[in-house]
């Protein structure tokens, strides 16, 4: 297995990494997320930065930083000036600027320049992610700075990175777009909560974002990369309703990166199979003609309401818990007898259903038929 400790940046960044708006007037929206689990405390920190309709002067115009943290508590701002955000479409790089002493176009600044001229505000990229917010209700806040040492992007170890909707999400015919942008690296840093600090060396950390002109009806979630008897692993798995051209698809994946290795079960490789409570169970199995995984998550906890990006901008409409009781079990079907490659276990995975309808459990699968017809439509064949 090749060395990931010294792997090179780029090695480990996914397509679709850069910011997808080019200037349109039509409904859009972008989201960015980052997660750090700090496994000493049991807490984890997820940081959803969102933009909706860039162009302006729309009535859903503007961003927002939300951030889950401990205990799943839950701070959030908006930022509604759109001329105030920066984002790059070539590399994973983004900022907004709310109460700032400077007069200059808003861009990527130093961390030590970033604390002393912008008193609210975040800016992200591939190694950095650091901000301050604060409710001007009750006063609750978040201040964060970390870098990040990114492991796994999407795709083998040492090899060009994979888009996580396959080679067809370079045509935009998938609404919304969905992009892994690290499955796996390492934050050092430290996080203010309200007052708790929290410095932590080699933490787990994730990343992903989405973005389109059309928005999820219904989908679920489960991630985790720090397991209490496995190192060196990540697990990405979910699916949902979405559109692809003029069709509703439900589509699900399980992905797992382990010890260099990517098992990526998908529409296109596996047969793919789901059965998700409205809360507190997700069960998933996929098969494909070398490999089988079964996952089961489960929680007790209630969850807390987040904001998603509909078609009338940021509203509660989806439920989260970063304390997910998670068991994930990966074989080898290989041979005559299936051999266990994995079996591993984690009491601070992430879980989250969305949309709706969510009045009865969701039990479907997903196949590659839709996309066979997707592909005819568009003469690709």
């Not at 009806?217 to 991630?223: A, D, I, M, Q, R």
């Given at each position: 297995?090749?060395?990931?400790?010294?792997?090179?940046?780029?090695?480990?960044?996914?397509?679709?990494?850069?910011?997808?708006?080019?200037?349109?007037?039509?409904?859009?929206?972008?989201?960015?997320?980052?997660?750090?689990?700090?496994?000493?405390?049991?807490?984890?920190?997820?940081?959803?930065?969102?933009?909706?309709?860039?162009?302006?002067?729309?009535?859903?115009?503007?961003?927002?930083?939300?951030?889950?943290?401990a205990?799943?508590?839950?701070?959030?701002?908006?930022?509604?000036?759109?001329?105030?955000?920066?984002?790059?479409?070539?590399?994973?790089?983004?900022?907004?600027?709310?109460?700032?002493?400077?007069?200059?176009?808003?861009?990527?600044?130093?961390?030590?320049?970033?604390?002393?001229?912008?008193?609210?505000?975040?800016?992200?990229?591939?190694?950095?992610?650091?901000?301050?917010?604060?409710?001007?209700?009750?006063?609750?806040?978040?201040?964060?700075?970390?870098?990040?040492?990114?492991?796994?992007?999407?795709?083998?170890?040492?090899?060009?990175?994979?888009?996580?909707?396959?080679?067809?999400?370079?045509l935009?015919?998938?609404?919304?777009?969905?992009?892994?942008?690290?499955?796996?690296?390492?934050?050092?840093?430290?996080?203010?909560?309200?007052?708790?600090?929290?410095?932590f060396?080699d933490?787990?950390?994730?990343?992903?974002?989405?973005w389109?002109?059309?928005?999820?009806?219904?989908?679920?979630w489960?991630?985790?990369?720090?397991?209490?008897?496995?190192?060196?692993?990540?697990?990405?798995?979910?699916g949902?309703?979405?559109?692809?051209?003029?069709?509703?698809?439900?589509?699900?994946l399980?992905?797992?990166?382990?010890?260099?290795?990517?098992?990526?079960?998908?529409?296109?490789?596996?047969?793919?199979?789901?059965?998700?409570?409205?809360?507190?169970?997700?069960?998933?199995?996929?098969?494909?003609?070398?490999?089988?995984?079964?996952?089961?998550?489960?929680?007790?906890?209630?969850?807390?309401?987040?904001?998603?990006?509909?078609?009338?901008?940021?509203?509660?409409?989806?439920?989260?818990?970063?304390?997910?009781?998670?068991?994930?079990?990966?074989?080898?079907?290989r041979r005559?007898?299936?051999?266990?490659?994995?079996?591993?276990?984690?009491s601070?995975?992430?879980?989250?259903?969305?949309?709706?309808?969510?009045?009865?459990?969701?039990?479907?699968?997903?196949?590659?038929?839709?996309?066979?017809?997707?592909?005819?439509?568009?003469?690709?064949?």
């Amino acid at each position: 297995m090749a060395s990931i400790s010294t792997t090179p940046l780029y090695l480990t960044q996914t397509p679709h990494r850069g910011y997808h708006w080019e200037g349109s007037s039509d409904r859009f929206f972008e989201g960015w997320y980052y997660r750090v689990t700090l496994p000493d405390s049991g807490q984890t920190f997820a940081f959803m930065y969102s933009m909706d309709d860039p162009i302006g002067g729309k009535p859903h115009s503007g961003g927002a930083a939300q951030v889950l943290g401990a205990d799943d508590g839950y701070v959030w701002r908006t930022f509604p000036d759109v001329s105030k955000f920066w984002a790059s479409q070539g590399v994973l790089a983004l900022g907004h600027w709310g109460k700032t002493d400077l007069a200059v176009k808003p861009t990527y600044l130093n961390p030590v320049e970033f604390e002393r001229h912008v008193q609210e505000g975040y800016q992200a990229t591939a190694t950095l992610n650091q901000g301050f917010i604060q409710n001007p209700g009750d006063g609750s806040y978040c201040r964060w700075q970390y870098e990040i040492k990114p492991i796994y992007g999407w795709g083998d170890a040492g090899k060009p990175q994979q888009s996580t909707a396959g080679w067809l999400s370079s045509l935009q015919i998938f609404e919304p777009g969905w992009q892994i942008l690290m499955a796996h690296g390492l934050a050092t840093g430290w996080i203010d909560w309200n007052g708790k600090r929290y410095e932590f060396t080699d933490a787990p950390a994730y990343g992903e974002k989405n973005w389109g002109r059309a928005f999820p009806k219904k989908w679920f979630w489960l991630n985790c990369n720090s397991f209490t008897d496995a190192t060196d692993l990540a697990l990405t798995a979910g699916g949902g309703s979405r559109e692809v051209l003029w069709w509703q698809e439900a589509a699900a994946l399980v992905a797992i990166h382990y010890q260099g290795e990517f098992y990526e079960f998908v529409p296109w490789n596996s047969q793919v199979y789901w059965q998700i409570e409205p809360w507190g169970s997700w069960q998933m199995q996929a098969r494909n003609e070398q490999y089988d995984v079964t996952l089961t998550g489960k929680t007790n906890k209630p969850g807390t309401l987040l904001r998603a990006p509909t078609e009338d901008g940021l509203r509660f409409f989806c439920r989260d818990t970063m304390h997910g009781q998670l068991t994930l079990e990966l074989r080898d079907r290989r041979r005559r007898q299936p051999r266990t490659i994995l079996k591993a276990n984690s009491s601070v995975c992430g879980l989250e259903t969305g949309g709706s309808p969510w009045e009865e459990p969701w039990i479907s699968s997903a196949d590659y038929s839709l996309i066979r017809r997707v592909i005819q439509a568009t003469g690709m064949v």
